[in-house]
């Protein structure tokens, strides 16, 4: 069975740092590429970011360009989202998915940029 | 970057009724358009690829059409579970992006 677990939402204040996890299990996590998506409270899907299943490509939308990067750690089976500069409009549930379409999310991790 | 509309934003129908959802590309993105459908507190569930592609385990009365820059979601009689709301993305091109959403509710 395909389980995507993310983890490391918290409450920052702006400007700060976060990292998320997303830990992976039931697939073969190194032979897919991964996405970050987010959904601000009571708003629609914002796709992030992606990287493909060799690391080699990785893309971001314009609004966490410069600010957030991805990673991923195939023998951990885990990918990563680093977030700095954090701001207020970044507070939103995170989801990480699962290939190119993505066919498995995990359950989100609420990150919350207030002071 | 691609931009996804969909219509309508939302809709309001009844248990057995048709229902349809467009969404519309602002450039050619050949078949490579994903439906989504995300229930309150819940993430959201693959529907359908490659713009008709059935996802494994997902009701046949869900379907999906289109090419280029306009498709349709369909389900042809509507059940208690398909109130949601509905998503279409693009994975044409980076940036991806998703419609805006269109909510199913009960009449």
């Known amino acids: 069975e395909v389980q995507l677990v993310e983890s490391g939402g918290l409450l920052v204040q702006p400007g700060g740092s976060l990292r998320l996890s997303c830990a992976a299990s039931?697939?073969?996590?190194?032979?897919?590429?991964m996405n970050w998506v987010r959904q601000a409270p009571g708003k629609g899907l914002e796709w992030i970011s992606y990287i493909s299943s060799t690391a080699d490509s990785m893309n971001y939308a314009d609004s966490v360009k410069g600010r957030f990067t991805i990673s991923r750690d195939d023998a951990k089976n885990s990918v990563y989202l680093q977030m700095n500069s954090l701001r207020a409009e970044d507070t939103a549930v995170y989801y990480c998915a699962k290939g190119g379409v993505s066919d498995y999310w995990g359950q989100g991790t609420l990150v919350t940029v207030s002071s | 970057a691609i931009q996804l509309t969909q219509s309508p934003s939302s809709l309001s129908a009844s248990v057995g009724d048709r229902v349809t959802i467009t969404c519309r590309a602002s450039q050619g993105i050949n078949s490579a358009l994903a439906w989504y459908q995300q229930k309150p507190g819940k993430a959201p569930k693959l529907l359908i690829y490659h713009a008709s592609n059935l996802e494994s385990g997902v009701p046949s009365r869900l379907s999906g059409s289109g090419f280029g820059t306009d498709f349709t979601l369909t389900i042809s009689s509507l059940q208690p579970e398909d109130f949601a709301t509905y998503y279409c993305?693009?994975?044409?091109?980076?940036?991806?992006?998703f419609g805006p959403g269109t909510t199913v509710d009960i009449q």
């Open positions: 993305q693009q994975y044409y091109s980076f940036p991806r992006t």
């Open positions: 039931g697939f073969t996590f190194s032979s897919y590429s």
